[in-house]
């Protein structure tokens, strides 16, 4: 399996690491509720947050769920580097597939519009989806869980 774009250009291994075949995968590194741990600063990192007072962290990556932001860091659970696949969406815009046991979110852009965003921290990019700018086009059936990976796809 590896990342199809819509112009039938498959790519089979990661643009940065050619040793790492397929997609990456990224985890939860924190529980459901009130949000109590810092920015998805650690290889394979992926929260999904609901901004108000306080922030909640969840496992829904559904907009309509009120999921505000999805947040994952540049760097699979692997350490392959996918920086050059986020700041293509966030150049370009395009597809954002994001899956987990068979429920699948998917999110679009067309152009730079920010709803893909690149976001420096001290050691690592981090790579963000706002929901209030991206357009989802295919809901998730069920919410995430915790312990197992979740996969992106990324197309043109």
Request: aromatic share 14%.
């Amino acid at each position: 399996m590896g990342i199809e774009f819509s112009n039938g250009f498959t790519i089979t291994k990661n643009t940065v690491n050619n040793n790492i075949p397929g997609v990456g995968e990224w985890y939860f590194y924190s529980d459901e509720g009130t949000l109590n741990v810092d920015g998805p600063f650690g290889n394979g990192n992926a929260i999904f947050i609901r901004n108000g007072v306080p922030n909640v962290e969840t496992f829904n990556p559904n907009a309509s769920s009120g999921t505000d932001a999805i947040w994952f860091n540049v760097y699979d659970a692997t350490g392959a580097d996918y920086y050059n696949d986020f700041i293509q969406l966030v150049d370009a815009g395009g597809t954002l597939t994001i899956s987990q046991n068979g429920d699948t979110a998917i999110f679009n852009t067309v152009g730079a519009i920010a709803g893909f965003e690149m976001i420096p921290s001290s050691t690592y990019w981090i790579f963000k989806v706002n929901l209030s700018i991206v357009t989802q086009v295919k809901e998730s059936n069920a919410p995430y869980v915790y312990a197992d990976p979740i996969t992106l796809t990324f197309g043109a």
